[in-house]
């Protein structure tokens, strides 16, 4: 059964600073990750994706790196910002792609 | 805005009514999932649609809950006789099959409050 673990759970930094967000799953079989943002009472944004035959994506401020055989994701946030506040969702899709989701990793980023 | 629609946003009601979401998704796709997230905790799959077809039911479902999507576009899940463990945020994604990536685009929610 696939099980997906975000470190830390809550994160506070200064403003300016470079932050990194882990995620961790113990079924390498994967068909993607994906990488969500969810502000307080919202639903979910999509940051980034990585297939499977992928090792990393970015957009913007934000790298999200995949390594399979180990069972690890990372997102990388350049030169934070308050708006960065928010809780971070990673999720891992299998065969028939449903979503198997940490438990997110809430950052506020202090101004 | 993902362009995947829910109604209502907010729901409150009370124990032993049942209740009914609504989802729409982005309009060429063709798998529809739901997932339940209480607070503090990430979601959780619940039931998943290819057209009209449900192809999958997590264990979360109980009898109380059924999901339709029966042209293949909207989907409806409805709780019967809510209970308080029922409160929650109900997320709605779509995705296009054939699509490599199978990203999924979630809908804004529906939060249940059973008093």
């Known amino acids: 059964k696939q099980e997906v673990t975000q470190i830390p759970a809550a994160l506070s930094v200064p403003e300016g600073e470079n932050l990194v967000l882990n995620c961790s799953f113990t079924?390498?079989?994967?068909?993607?990750l994906q990488w969500f943002r969810q502000d307080p009472g919202k639903g979910l944004t999509s940051l980034l994706l990585?297939?499977?035959?992928?090792r990393e994506q970015t957009s913007g401020r934000l790298n999200a790196s995949l390594d399979k055989s180990s069972g690890r994701s990372t997102l990388y946030i350049a030169a934070s910002q308050p708006g960065d506040s928010a809780t971070y969702l990673c999720?891992?899709?299998?065969?028939?792609?449903?979503?198997?989701f940490g438990t997110g990793t809430l950052l506020a980023v202090q101004p | 805005d993902t362009g995947v629609s829910q109604n209502p946003r907010h729901k409150i009601t009370k124990r032993g009514q049942n209740v009914t979401f609504r989802c729409d998704p982005i309009?060429?796709?063709?798998?529809l999932y739901w997932y339940r997230q209480t607070l503090g905790q990430g979601p959780e799959f619940l039931t998943y649609?290819?057209?009209?077809?449900?192809?999958?039911k997590s264990r979360l479902l109980s009898d109380r809950f059924s999901a339709e999507r029966p042209k293949g576009s909207f989907s409806t899940l409805e709780i019967q006789r809510t209970e308080q463990g029922d409160s929650a945020m109900y997320l709605c994604?779509?995705?296009?099959?054939?699509?490599?990536?199978?990203?999924?685009?979630f809908g804004p929610g529906t939060r249940l409050t059973v008093t």
């Open positions: 994604a779509s995705s296009r099959l054939g699509d490599a990536s199978y990203e999924q685009y």
């Open positions: 079924d390498s079989a994967i068909y993607n």
């Open positions: 990585i297939q499977s035959s992928q």
């Open positions: 999720a891992v899709g299998g065969a028939t792609n449903k979503l198997i």
């Open positions: 309009s060429e796709h063709n798998r």
């Open positions: 649609f290819q057209n009209e077809a449900q192809l999958e």
